[in-house]
């Protein structure tokens, strides 16, 4: 079922204790495959939810030009605190400059920090060129990450069927695809999963089965 396919997400700057509560409920009745909610949350939120729900959470995010440094000390603060599964926000300026290596790195850094926890990359799709994608494909690859994810959602632009498209052709074997950012119908959702997605970032689709 989509439903399980989902991180029932909830990252707006505004969301207060009763707003991530409320999330959290909602994926436990519905059996989501996680909830993603901002780092500060994360501790309130694995003491409400325990083992029955699977916490996940944002690490550079949205913009992803804090450090290498800055980042692995957010994973491991945000595992401490009881997360389950980390999303990262690549260093676009990086990779804007052809910097690849350093982008590789940094991602395997994160990955390393994880100690075995899933590490999903938000490349930001919204802002790359083709052959950017494409590279990003291989990047993630080689950094052995566990997702590639196309968006934040906090870019002007979300998941297309063409990117995930294109994930499916150009990640390798071991790395599954997030969509995330403006997924709005079930239609939609139906469609990314069959392009290849096997995880959907979006707070929608639970509202709208209980709708």
């Not at 436990?28 to 309130?44: D, E």
């Amino acid at each position: 079922m989509i439903l399980s396919k989902v991180d029932h997400t909830l990252l707006k700057q505004t969301a207060v204790w009763e707003d991530i509560r409320k999330l959290c409920d909602e994926a436990m009745t519905y059996h989501t495959a996680s909830v993603c909610i901002p780092p500060c949350f994360v501790r309130r939120a694995k003491e409400y939810v325990g083992d029955r729900m699977k916490i996940c959470t944002v690490i550079g995010f949205p913009n992803g030009y804090s450090t290498t440094a800055v980042k692995v000390f957010e994973t491991e603060d945000a595992l401490k605190a009881g997360a389950d599964e980390i999303d990262m926000v690549i260093n676009i300026n990086a990779l804007k400059e052809k910097r690849y290596d350093l982008v590789e790195e940094e991602i395997r850094a994160v990955k390393q920090a994880c100690k075995g926890h899933i590490l999903k990359v938000i490349i930001e799709t919204c802002f790359l060129t083709e052959d950017e994608k494409k590279r990003m494909c291989r990047i993630v690859t080689e950094a052995g990450a566990d997702f590639i994810k196309t968006s934040t959602g906090f870019a002007g632009g979300g998941a297309t069927f063409g990117d995930v498209a294109l994930m499916a052709e150009y990640v390798g074997p071991d790395v599954r695809i997030k969509a995330a950012g403006g997924i709005s119908t079930m239609a939609d959702a139906e469609r990314f999963l069959e392009l290849g997605a096997s995880r959907l970032g979006t707070s929608r689709i639970v509202q709208m089965v209980k709708g």
